[in-house]
């Protein structure tokens, strides 16, 4: 971690990976007093949706080195629109249950190199895997009211407001 004397955007990059929960939480007391004070933006890296959720503004999901979503980041939990975004947000181990299978992610992610070229890099560990996922890699493109955009996959379309169309079974479709 380095500080700069005038810095207008903090970079944090995981500073609070393998810390325990206390030490992670005065850690982001202390960035977050520094941003408030010094009126600074703050590009915050984690591996925790949950973290990110509860102190960013927007969120961008990332797998194999491309960014998937990005959006509000309160939907993402709430109104994942990417396969791999709802993995993740299903992943997550539900307090209130006291009997909860995880749901972990098939296979292991994939670096940027590893990344197949010309298909959905998601591909391989996706559930909802067809032959056009792997005839093309997905475009950017915007979402309808502004500020947010998403590499939409070959099953994306805008699901009802709080439900997880995927983690249900797939609508199968011939073509994007
Ligand atoms: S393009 Fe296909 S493989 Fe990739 S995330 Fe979408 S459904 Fe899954």
């Known amino acids: 971690m380095s500080l700069h004397p005038g810095p207008r955007l903090l970079l944090a990059d995981e500073p609070t990976t393998a810390l325990d929960v206390t030490t992670q939480a005065e850690v982001m007391a202390i960035l977050d007093g520094l941003r408030r004070q010094s009126g600074l933006a703050m590009l915050f890296i984690t591996h925790d949706l949950e973290l990110a959720a509860a102190i960013c503004d927007r969120t961008a999901v990332m797998y194999a ?10 939907l993402l939990h709430s109104d994942p629109l990417h396969p791999y975004t709802a993995a993740l947000a299903a992943a997550r181990p539900d307090i209130t249950q006291t009997t909860h299978r995880l749901r972990a992610i098939p296979g292991r992610p ?13 591909a391989p560990r996706c559930t909802h895997a067809g032959d ?29 407001s709080g439900s997880n169309r995927w983690l249900r079974a797939p609508a199968r479709r011939s073509s994007r």
């Open 132 to 160: 056009v996922c792997r005839a093309a890699v997905p475009d950017l493109v915007g979402l309808d009211g502004g500020g947010v955009s998403l590499r939409p996959c070959a099953r994306a379309s805008r699901p009802a």
């Open 110 to 122: 994939l670096s940027a190199f590893e990344a197949p070229a010309g298909e959905c890099a998601f």
């Open 65 to 74: 080195g491309q960014i998937v979503e990005v959006r509000g980041s309160s």
